[in-house]
């Protein structure tokens, strides 16, 4: 399938704005983590210290925005991107 200007836009601005989602909860998490523990399950925070989960969730979501911002496989990229909302979703 051959892609329009417009659907090649429209594309980099969904990546563009699926990440932005990501940076700014991974900057906001760990600028200020008090504000965010409350979002993680319950059950992780009894199985690992919240910090510590705080902090590599945050790694993996600044990872995940890079991921999308790069345009390197994408399909893989908003799989994951895709499973990853789920996930929060299904959690909370």
Excluded at 59 to 77: D, E, I, K, P, T
């Amino acid at each position: 399938m051959k892609q329009t200007t417009a659907m090649v836009r429209a594309q980099i601005l969904l990546r563009i704005g699926l990440a932005a989602v990501f940076l700014y909860a991974a900057v906001g998490a760990t600028l200020q983590p008090d504000n965010w523990i409350g979002y993680l399950p319950l059950a992780l925070r009894h199985a690992a210290p919240a910090d510590l989960l705080l902090a590599g969730f945050s790694l993996f979501q600044l990872a995940l925005a890079l991921w999308l911002l790069s345009g390197w496989r994408v399909r893989y990229a908003a799989f994951v991107t895709a499973i990853t909302i789920v996930g929060i979703m299904a959690t909370n």
